[in-house]
């Protein structure tokens, strides 16, 4: 099974930009769904921005316009440009995958955090 490691959290003053990175250990050429989803202390985790296979983005409706995920199949890692950074966004950011005929997988997590 695909193992993924995030990268590239850390802390950032409101306004400020992060790039995180999914590296997988095998290929992302076949996975159908990619995402990138987030838990804040005391919530649930929720969906941020997902890709599918042929590249189709969606986002939330609280990241819409200032983050963007991609996906680049030859170095199999996914990015999420995180822009104009708010507080809220705080939270530690996994990513996600799903290949046909098996289980999701998941990283271990990235903690990002918004604070001046």
């Known amino acids: 099974q695909v193992q993924l490691v995030e990268s590239g959290g850390g802390l950032v003053q409101p306004g400020g930009s992060l790039r995180l990175s999914c590296a997988a250990s095998g290929s992302i050429f076949d996975a159908v769904f990619m995402g990138w989803y987030r838990q804040a202390p005391g919530k649930q985790r929720e969906s941020v921005a997902t890709?599918?296979?042929?590249?189709?983005?969606y986002y939330d409706n609280s990241v819409n316009g200032r983050f963007t995920i991609s996906r680049d199949n030859a170095k199999n890692t996914m990015y999420l440009q995180m822009n104009s950074l708010k507080p809220e966004d705080t939270a530690i950011y996994y990513c996600?995958?799903?290949?046909?005929?098996?289980?999701?997988?998941w990283g271990q997590g990235t903690q990002v955090t918004v604070s001046s």
């Open positions: 890709i599918t296979g042929n590249n189709s983005p």
């Open positions: 996600y995958a799903q290949y046909t005929g098996a289980a999701g997988t």
